[in-house]
């Protein structure tokens, strides 16, 4: 559907804006390794678990601000429905895999997860539709990618095959590597 999904963003934007200045706690935690007499080599050591995370959750916000900010600027409105969902789903399965996280800052309650579970499921059904146009638009030839799915003609499974004859392991019934080490431990009694 073309649904606006750009207020969804922006809460996203702001879920992961939050994330990233409660999970700077990071900064609090060093402090007070410094405070209580650790050097500071020793303060950072001891608190890397929170500098990872404040880390990472920075990295994913400037990832879905950015990718919210280009979508500010002029393109179709068709292209501009397709990334909406692209961004909406990344950053909705972004907090689904770091849930904890977003849990235990407050920024998410558990009742929401339910939600986002629901409408990732939504977004996957409305993108599937697109998928092929979506890979396609990074021009990589399927030669390339040695990809036996990614053709327009859904004949997958002939292609398959087709390609399982052709591999170099299969040029044999059965391979040299059999008879040499495989057969023989087959054979003897242990």
């Known amino acids: 559907t073309a649904r606006d999904h750009s207020n969804e963003q922006k809460c996203l934007s702001e879920h992961f804006s939050f994330s990233c200045l409660q999970l700077a706690s990071a900064s609090r935690e060093l402090s007070s390794q410094i405070s209580r007499g650790l050097s500071h080599p020793e303060a950072w050591n001891s608190s890397h678990p929170w ?3 404040a880390a990472k959750a920075h990295g994913e916000y400037l990832i879905v601000r950015g990718f919210a900010d280009i979508l500010n600027k002029p393109m179709s409105s068709s292209l501009k429905i397709v990334l909406h969902k692209e ?3 990344y950053a909705l399965w972004r907090i ?9 800052t407050n920024t998410l309650i558990p009742s929401t997860l339910q939600d986002i579970h629901s409408l990732v499921s939504e977004l996957l059904t409305e993108l599937r539709p697109e998928a ?3 890979v396609d638009s990074f021009a990589h030839h399927d030669l390339i990618l040695r990809s036996t799915l990614g053709c327009y003609d859904g004949d997958v499974y002939r292609r398959l095959f087709e390609w399982a004859k052709k591999a170099p ?3 044999q019934e059965v391979t ?8 023989p431990l087959l054979k003897a009694k242990l």
């Not at 689904?96 to 235990?104: I, K, N, P, Q, R």
């Open 51 to 53: 500098l990872i995370r």
């Open 87 to 89: 961004v909406l789903l």
């Open 96 to 104: 689904e895999e770091c849930s904890g996280d977003f849990l235990e």
């Open 132 to 134: 092929v146009r979506l």
């Open 169 to 171: 392991l299969n040029k």
């Open 176 to 183: 040299d590597g059999y008879h040499k080490y495989l057969r």
